[in-house]
């Protein structure tokens, strides 16, 4: 299998966020996955800038584990090329894997986080999927649904939080990265319980 080959030392995980490289899609709903991996890093003391398999990465110390943070850098339609390229430089399977992703599907600022599953047509998420040859990993998909029909999916969450957004998307990152920092610490099972029982609302 691909995970055994190691050019690096092993780490316990890999929480990677997915997103777009870029200052036009930096604070946009789809780049929720990297603002997750901004707030855990700034939180733990970690940098996310060492170029590696197409990803910036940084290594330490996050809930008493030993934890590497990336961000892909080949947009969310191709996030899956890095993320095994990683997997594989450390020797790491994919049950060490946590991706965090924005999720259409689901209200604004609900989390949800799951052992394993569909990509629920999240390009991203469906990337990693195919260059795995599993959906056999963790995912935390973070809810973007305004609560009113859209006329375009694809045009709403590539463009940038209003102004009035902003505070609110702080507050969800904020608990998103809690909630990795949970599942580092206690497990995917114990994370899950304490999460999915969380319901927010949609912005007024």
């Known amino acids: 299998m691909f995970w055994r080959r190691r050019e690096r030392e092993s780490a316990d995980w890999l929480v990677v966020g997915l997103g777009n490289p870029g200052e036009r899609y930096r604070l946009t709903p789809h780049n929720l996955g990297f603002l997750t991996v901004d707030s855990i890093a700034l939180g733990a003391g970690i940098r996310v800038s060492r170029p590696e398999e197409e990803s910036l990465v940084g290594r330490g110390q996050l809930s008493g584990r030993d934890a590497l943070l990336a961000k892909p850098l080949s ?81 709403y969450v590539l463009r940038p939080f209003g102004r009035e957004e902003i505070g609110e998307v702080e507050g969800i990152v904020g608990r998103a990265a809690g909630t990795v920092r949970d599942t580092l610490a206690e497990g995917t099972d114990k994370a899950m319980a304490r999460c999915n029982r969380r319901v927010a609302g949609p912005p007024e």
């Open 75 to 155: 947009f969310m339609n191709r996030s899956g090329g890095p993320v095994k390229r990683l997997l594989r430089r450390y020797g790491m399977r994919p049950d060490s894997l946590l991706v965090v992703c924005d999720e259409l599907d689901l209200p604004w600022g609900t989390l949800r986080l799951r052992r394993k599953g569909s990509s629920a047509g999240h390009n991203g998420m469906q990337s990693i999927i195919d260059s795995l040859g599993t959906s056999d990993f963790a995912r935390l998909r973070i809810g973007i649904h305004p609560g009113h029909p859209l006329s375009s999916g694809a045009r």
